[in-house]
């Protein structure tokens, strides 16, 4: 009793007690969803109790979510859960918990709303849908290839009109963000789109993606910067539908052919209810993709011809987005790391030079007429981009090094494990990258750090030792990166499994041929590189803190 009296008399230390008493009680408490599940007699992760009430431990978890992961791993096992803003998070690590969630079923374990529920008032909730197989199919390496004289000629053209003169001064960040997002827009809706409407659709994406704040999205009124993305959206919109009504008419009587680009095929499934007979299963980019017809998804020639055009506009939409944001930030995470370092432009320019010459856009041509001229069934001319070894290793490993994000899903049901443990539903479920990119097993003492050599010059696996340094001794794939198959657990950044990105062929093309484009054309001096990288816990790549301004000086 004398403490309560003497606390009676300090009315500060009565207030910090009181709150520590209800911290203390708001910790203890298991998270709603658990106690659901407890009730149902199963047995639900460990907790790692989350000391703030309504945040619960949402500033660990910002300030590296990868460290957080990796000592609640440590501390409670291949699986566990804490609280962050309310929700239950489940983090998940071990191959078999990993290849159980990646090759879930999206009834079971959905991206789409994982993803819907955490960042749909960023962008809208409605974009978020499954895609089916016949409109992946335009996303694979051949579809890359036809694809690139494209992309290179859009890239040339905003490179001439951006870098004026002879010399300057430019910020990398806003010239990145605004090239990817013409590239994208490009790959989606078509070259002639991408040409004519690329820079606008960019300056409106740049809207949506950055501004925003946490007052006008808790706001019961409009602010101003909810107008403002709202028509920056409207006009993305307006653009994609008059491009979907033109192919609607261009395709009225066409059956599918090898060379739609991405946007025809949306228009033949999605408007025509076409079917791609020919998809060869295993060229298809995702290892489940058996999705051709999603749950729920009707014939489209039952619905409304309006509401297909509105439903082509929005997968479109969401596609530009997923094939920006991750691109755009992995070009800024792989200049940063080539620019201030002379030797590595001087690798990739000579790699570009030796495989395509001086006219890289013919060059290229001439390679994709020699390539569709080769009789079915015999050996084909591998890519000029494909050959790029050094220049492919290079970008893997500065992937590697910043894609630290991971996959994020949510459970529509109760999940088992099978250690015994189950996942309740609701919660959302993220498999971390970090511990993968950062383990020594795989990349020995210091694999957090850039060094191209571990994948340019990987180690024999008996030589290789965990307290090295700069070494790799796994294997390999066609991108030259590390294999991104959860049964091989060496990179987890583009996801694995059921969900893994589609997009990657892509992404490692745009990448690829802007920066050869920049490096032939321009030398660079860094004047200020970003200060750190914010690890994402969702999918993709860190985000940059800091600003990256480089000089740069047109090569003679
Ligand atoms: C370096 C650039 C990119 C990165 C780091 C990246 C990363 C990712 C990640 C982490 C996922 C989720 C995987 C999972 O949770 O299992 C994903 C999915 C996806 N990505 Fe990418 N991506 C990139 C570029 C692209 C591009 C260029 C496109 C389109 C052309 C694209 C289209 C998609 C699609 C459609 C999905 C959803 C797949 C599904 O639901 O099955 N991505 N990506």
Redesign the pocket.
């Known amino acids: 009793m004398a403490i309560f009296a003497q606390l009676a008399r300090h009315p500060l230390a009565t207030a910090v007690s009181a709150v520590l008493v209800v911290l203390f009680l708001i910790r203890r408490r298991p998270h709603r969803l658990d106690r659901a599940a407890i009730k149902a007699g199963l047995v639900v992760p460990p907790r790692a109790p989350a000391p703030f009430p309504f945040i619960g431990n949402l500033i660990a978890m910002g300030i590296h979510p990868g460290h957080f992961i990796i000592r609640g791993h440590k501390k409670y096992g291949d699986v566990f859960s804490t609280t962050v803003m309310q929700h239950n998070f489940v983090f998940v690590t071990g191959k078999s918990h990993i290849m159980r969630v ?1 090759s879930a079923p999206e009834r079971q374990l959905s ?2 709303e994982a993803y819907k529920d955490l960042f749909g008032f960023i962008v809208g909730t409605e974009i978020f849908v ?2 089916s197989k016949s409109v ?1 199919s335009a ?1 694979t390496s051949s579809r890359v290839e036809a694809m690139t004289p494209a992309l290179m000629h859009v890239t040339q053209r905003y490179l001439e009109n951006k870098f004026k003169g002879d010399m300057g001064k430019v910020d990398m960040q806003l010239l990145i963000n605004e090239l990817v997002a013409v590239l ?1 827009v490009s ?2 809706c078509g070259g002639d789109f991408g040409l004519e409407y690329g820079p606008e659709v960019a300056d409106n994406m740049n809207i949506l993606e950055t501004d925003y704040s946490v007052f006008s999205a808790l706001s019961p009124f409009e602010t101003a910067v909810v107008r403002r993305r709202r028509a920056a959206r409207l006009r993305i919109m307006a653009l994609v539908e008059a491009q979907a009504r033109k192919r609607v008419e261009k395709l009225r009587d066409q059956p599918m052919k090898p060379t739609d680009d ?1 946007f025809d095929r949306l228009v033949h499934v999605m408007f025509y209810g076409r079917v791609d007979k020919t998809i060869d299963e295993t060229s298809i980019a ?1 290892e489940f993709a058996d ?1 051709d017809k999603p749950e729920g998804e009707v014939d489209p020639r039952d619905i409304p011809e309006e509401e297909r055009i509105y439903n082509i506009v929005i997968s479109a939409f969401g ?1 530009i987005y ?2 920006h944001t ?2 755009s930030v ?1 070009a800024m995470a792989h200049l940063c790391e080539i620019l201030p370092r002379p030797e590595y432009m001087d690798i990739l320019r000579k790699d570009f030079v030796d495989h395509l010459g001086n006219d890289a856009i013919t060059s290229f041509k001439a390679y994709l007429t020699r390539v569709n001229a080769t009789p079915r069934g015999q050996p084909k001319e591998v890519s000029p981009f494909v050959q790029m070894r050094t220049t492919n290793r290079i970008l893997s490993e500065s ?1 590697r090094v910043h ?1 630290d ?5 949510k459970a529509l049901e109760d999940v088992h494990l099978d250690n015994g443990v189950t996942i309740p539903k609701g919660s959302f479920v993220i498999i971390n990258a970090y511990p993968i990119l950062a383990s020594p097993r795989l990349y020995g003492a210091d694999g957090e750090t850039w060094n191209p050599n571990r994948l340019i010059k990987p180690i024999p696996p008996g030589e290789f030792d965990e307290s090295s340094t700069g070494g790799f001794s796994g294997k390999l794939d066609d991108l030259q990166s590390p294999l991104v198959r959860s049964s091989d657990l060496q990179m987890s ?12 062929f ?2 490692y093309r ?2 690829n041929q802007m920066t050869a484009q920049m490096l032939v054309n321009f030398d660079f001096v860094v004047e200020s590189n970003f200060d750190k990288w914010w690890p994402v816990p969702y ?3 860190a985000r940059p803190l800091g600003k990256f301004i480089v000089f740069w000086k047109r090569r003679v």
């Open positions: 990646t991206l789409n499954p895609v992946f996303l994208s790959l989606i991405y995702n999705n596609l997923g094939a991750n691109t992995s992937l894609l994000g991971g996959m994020l899903r950044g583009f996801g694995s499994g059921r969900h893994l990105c589609p997009g990657r892509h992404a745009m990448i999918g993709g790549t």
